[in-house]
């Protein structure tokens, strides 16, 4: 059971000792003016891993020492597992089911990629022993010795355990320094993030067993040289290992013995020399902090070796590994707000890093509001007179929830969240020209344009690329061709497009299929694009539809709740619904909005889709929103995935925040067929920080009974004729109300609209010929009908 604690100065003094062997908690404490972020750097807690939700709280696992230092400082805090070392290990110990998520919940890159064949778990509680470790890169070395340059050490640094901190290069001639971009991957400068190396071994693994059938890692292998540093820390990393075999280790720093018979260690990722020292705010001069920057720049033998190999060498990337939080920071790291000279590729190349696992991307400050000195992103980046400027980055890897030790059946999952992030940076090493399709979601008539943003994101330069799409079935039966970009600056981009035709016995809601080509002028890579049909033909109805401007009688609010109107915010006037109308919503409750009306979905229906626009604030991690729905009058509800809600163990749902406006979509399909179908939000909040909450707005519910194209005519053809025309054609309004007749061509463009309720000629000379599509909308019921008709 949670307990919150406010502890008093009198009641913690005595608490405060210098022991080494502490015990670690669980804590969340609560932000607010008085308490602050800056306040927990100042007084020596490492505030770079852990759960921050800005302004309100922030979790992490903390000392004995550090807890005592929150009750000085007279922060309130939550002890949410009283000795987290064990609950590391003890979670390995017990079977836990876990829920199954829907397909549509799960996140591209979770099942991306087949786990190498030679990597396996280790047996520190899933992760891998420093012999391990060894193990496996000399087993690399031996499996591919014309891949891999075996393991060496960095110079003759030696660690304060005389320990040497070793490196790895792959490429097509490892052992040869060529004239080849360079990129550096590092991993556990702090020594309790065992992540970071897990990741990195099965990153080598794949790079190592794919070459020889991968065309696109051949081309990245024979043209870059991949170096590693996978253990920046091996005394720290031992130390835990000998003090936590099982795994749950806490120390973080070096082992460096600040007097004599204390090893307090320095943390190497406040010890490089860029703007080292700069305040007491991103490290500490206090050699007991977790923070402790050490006694000079560059004091430690870690940090130098690290130095030593950037300094002899012309990286042009970094990604330094850390754990936790699903982060992507790059620098400045050591001032708020302040931005590099490079902020614009910084950006850019977070975003593409970025574009599988999520992970949210910024500096220090915009990320997690916190600021560092003396990491080594600064440095790498910052440094540009006894070494070349590197563009380094550190991915924070694992959700905090699982904090620095996740549970051995979450760690592959982890590493292979973070193989397209490190693919892609080798990707901006060379000639790389990023394709991103900007229409891929429909397909709305015969002749159709698949539109797309170029852009040249790899620093190698290129003469020319190009870009083709060929159908892959027979549901494409042409493609235009292709297109050509030559000599296209750094970051140019451009949006395009390249036509394409569809069999007409395609039908709403088929998925087609394009292959996207793109050559760099050395390598063709493909990409498989799949679009959705979408004639708009057959009949569509709308089930239900509220515009959210009163709450009664179409939705009915649990007991004690606060859900109702809003004119704050909205997106069709005047007012959207909110759970918190007035302030915040409220710490340990949960509160529920549903339907009053039951949804009838047992017509003859092909698909329905829920629609409706979002909004929220929600304590990440803690608190957050369901849609549910229920077939049963209530006795279960069942969570629904939609385009914007997270997948997590137990259910999808919203959490963290969104500022704006979303248009969000729920395929409800999987419910056609039952009679009474009733929907609700559910926020449920924890006992500690509240937030402003979630709001909604024009909440919709359709369906579609769904013709293929061809057939629309034959259901429909004595409602315009002749077809096909020529000079004219002529409506027939057979209807008992008014219809709205509205005419598109093949490109979507409106040539003709009207209300009609007699029979029309209209007049098509001018028309060009084509395939063109009659909508018919019935004034009183809403109901659409669909024809093609072509003009020859």
Partial sequence: MKKKITLSLALITSAITYAQNYTYSRVRVQLDAQHTLIQLSKAGIAVDHGAIVKDKSYTSDLSTKEIALLAKQRFNYVIEIANVQAHYVNQNNTTTKIAQVPASCIPKQANGYAVPTNFSLGTMGGYFTYAEMLKNLDSMATKYPNLIKARSPIDTFKTNEQRPVYWLKISDNPTVDEAEPEILYTSLHHAREPNSLSQQIMYMWYLLENYATNNEIKYLVDNTEIYFIPCVNPDGYIYNATTNPSGGGMWRKNRREITVGQVWGVDLNRNYGDNWGFDNVGSSPDSTSDVYRGNAPFSEPETQAVKWLCSTHQFEIALNYHTYGNLLIYPWGYLADLYTPDSAQFVQYAQFLTEDNNFKYGTGNQTVSYVVNGDSDDWMYGEQTTKPKILALTPEAGDAVDGFWPASNKIIDICKSNITQNLNALRLMNKYYKVKPLITNKADALSNYFVYNIARLGIRSGTQAIVSINAIDANVTSTGTSKTYNNMALLQAQDDSINYTLATSVATGDKIKLLLSVNNGDITTTDTITIIANWGGGLTTVLYSDSANTLVPKWTKSATSSWNTTTATFVSASTSITDSPVGNYIDGKTVTLNTSQYVNLSGNYTNAL??????????????????????????????????????????????????????????????????????RFRLFADNFVNMDGFYFDDFKITVKSITKLESITNTTKNNVFPNPFNERITLIANATAPVKCTIYNAQGVIVYTQVINTTTTVNTQEWANGMYVVVTQNILSGINTNNKIIKQ
């Fill in 610 to 679: 829920l629609t409706y626009y979002a909004k929220w604030e929600l304590e990440k991690d803690y608190d957050y929103v369901q849609i549910q729905y229920t077939t049963n009058n209530g006795s279960t509800w069942t969570s629904l995935c939609g385009k914007y809600t997270n997948a997590t163990a137990t259910t999808p749902a919203y959490d963290d925040a969104q500022y704006t406006w979303l248009a969000e979509q729920v395929d409800i399909t999987p419910l056609i067929g039952n009679t009474a179908v009733k929907f």
